[in-house]
């Protein structure tokens, strides 16, 4: 079994999510910063899984443990699936806020005819020092709403209502949102293969 993993992101909110994920098994999870690991890794792929895949190689190479890497996106029916792959980078501005990319989304879909509806799609995958890699993907449908609700998460979280729940995914609490999310799901979908190894 896997007794070392690097969370593979520089991203606090997913840190702190997948870290309360992986809290289930047995496994000393380490973070870039423990190891002055701060990779800008080009998500140059065309799809999740590419860009998951090159995030988790290139921490496995620079820190020889095994990596785990998501990359995840907002797909809105009403603006043919965008932000969708560049979420992260919906504004032409690199160093956009998270709010600064939600008032963008809703100002791109004012007068668009409502519900507008959306999924987050997360793929995960695990990058070993031997060159194997396991991937896993999974979703969440949901619509957007046009006001913020929830003070959790981060992203586009107070936009998302999540289906059938009635709550906006910063609404939910960690435990709440770890049990049904879409990074929950696909991170869940690797755990036999971290036993495994």
Same mark, same amino acid.
């Given at each position: 079994?896997?007794?070392? /993993?690097?969370?593979?992101? #520089? @991203?606090?909110?997913?840190?702190?999510?997948?870290?309360?994920?992986?809290?289930?098994? @047995?496994? +000393? /999870?380490?973070?870039?910063?423990?190891? +002055?690991?701060?990779?800008?890794?080009?998500?140059?792929?065309?799809?999740?899984?590419? @860009?998951?895949? +090159?995030?988790?190689?290139?921490?496995?190479?620079?820190?020889?443990?095994?990596?785990?890497?998501?990359?995840? !996106?907002?797909?809105?029916?009403?603006?043919?699936?965008?932000?969708?792959?560049?979420?992260?980078?919906?504004?032409?501005?690199?160093?956009?806020?998270?709010?600064?990319?939600? @008032? /963008?989304? /809703?100002? #791109?879909?004012? !007068?668009?005819?409502?519900?507008?509806?959306?999924?987050?799609?997360?793929?995960?995958?695990?990058?070993?020092?031997? !060159? =194997?890699?396991? +991937?896993?993907?999974?979703?969440?449908?949901?619509?957007? =709403?046009?006001?913020?609700? !929830?003070?959790?998460?981060?992203? &586009?979280?107070? =936009?998302?209502?999540?289906?059938?729940?009635?709550?906006?995914?910063?609404?939910?609490?960690?435990?709440?949102? #770890?049990?049904?999310?879409?990074?929950?799901?696909?991170?869940?979908?690797?755990?036999? &293969?971290?036993?495994?190894?």
């Amino acid at each position: 079994m896997i007794d070392k /993993l690097l969370i593979a992101t #520089n @991203n606090a909110g997913k840190i702190e999510e997948i870290s309360d994920i992986l809290g289930e098994i @047995n496994v +000393q /999870l380490v973070l870039p910063d423990e190891l +002055q690991l701060d990779l800008d890794v080009s998500e140059t792929g065309q799809s999740y899984l590419e @860009n998951a895949r +090159q995030k988790a190689v290139a921490f496995c190479e620079a820190s020889g443990l095994p990596s785990l890497a998501d990359d995840t !996106g907002l797909e809105v029916a009403a603006l043919e699936g965008a932000p969708g792959l560049h979420s992260k980078r919906y504004s032409p501005d690199p160093l956009a806020s998270d709010a600064h990319r939600r @008032n /963008l989304l /809703l100002t #791109n879909l004012a !007068g668009k005819p409502r519900p507008w509806y959306a999924r987050f799609v997360c793929a995960v995958v695990l990058a070993l020092p031997d !060159g =194997i890699t396991i +991937q896993y993907e999974s979703e969440c449908e949901g619509e957007i =709403i046009p006001e913020e609700r !929830g003070d959790f998460g981060f992203g &586009y979280d107070r =936009i998302f209502l999540f289906s059938g729940v009635g709550k906006t995914m910063a609404e939910l609490e960690m435990k709440e949102k #770890n049990r049904i999310s879409h990074r929950a799901k696909a991170v869940r979908g690797i755990l036999p &293969y971290l036993e495994k190894f």
